[in-house]
């Protein structure tokens, strides 16, 4: 067995253990407090769109909200939402940014897919219109859009924390679960997509509050 030497009075202060190096992991939400997060739409097959025929688009270069020669359908799934079950939520938007200019009158209906862990798009007919969607609905009626590549207040919705919120009180809902938000309506704004700006492609913002 090896022997053990132990420094000498003299080493021990001329060289003091090393003070730990700590690191605290910056939580998401306080409780009794608020948090918010913001998910973007990270993968070209995220930003979908339905034709009126059922036939489904995941690789388009922008999304035509909601009139592309006939009405469609666009989901936006947004992925690792880490927040709890218990959550409130407070607040919830979707920020676009102008991939066409656009004032034609336009009303949009948003809608969630009812779902606690919303599965991703395939090529499958009606893909988008085949999911069952939330009860709680939220009307928009954007304002012209009128210059390219803007990303503003004209090209962010109204408040969905009731859509969100019905997404997130399902049994089976847990953090970092996925989401899908279903758009359908009248008229016509086209927004980026993925996969022509991915810094600029749909993204959700949520406050909430948990006990």
Wanted: proline fraction near 7%; hydrophobic fraction near 40%.
């Amino acid at each position: 067995t090896p022997t053990r030497v132990l420094p000498t009075a003299t080493q021990q202060a001329t060289n003091p253990p090393a003070t730990p190096t700590l690191t605290f992991a910056t939580p998401t939400a306080i409780p009794g407090g608020a948090a918010s997060l913001s998910i973007r739409v990270s993968n070209g097959s995220d930003d979908a769109e339905e034709g009126a025929k059922g036939w489904m688009y995941l690789d388009s270069t922008d999304l035509e909200l909601v009139v592309d020669a006939d009405n469609q359908l666009v989901g936006l799934r947004f992925n690792g939402v880490n927040i709890p079950r218990n959550a409130t939520i407070t607040k919830a938007t979707i920020q676009f940014k102008v991939d066409e200019t656009t004032s034609t009158a336009t009303v949009l209906i948003i809608q969630g897919e009812a779902s606690p862990n919303a599965a991703a798009f395939t090529i499958a007919d009606r893909n988008i219109s085949s999911r069952s969607r939330t009860s709680a609905t939220v009307s928009w009626t954007p304002s012209a859009w009128l210059k390219l590549n803007v990303a503003g207040a004209a090209q962010q919705t109204p408040n969905l924390a009731l859509v969100i919120q019905q997404i997130v009180s399902q049994p089976g809902w847990a953090a970092g679960n996925s989401l899908v938000l279903i758009i359908t309506g009248n008229g016509k704004r086209v927004a980026k997509a993925f996969e022509v700006d991915s810094a600029g492609a749909p993204l959700l913002y949520i406050e909430y509050t948990i006990p």
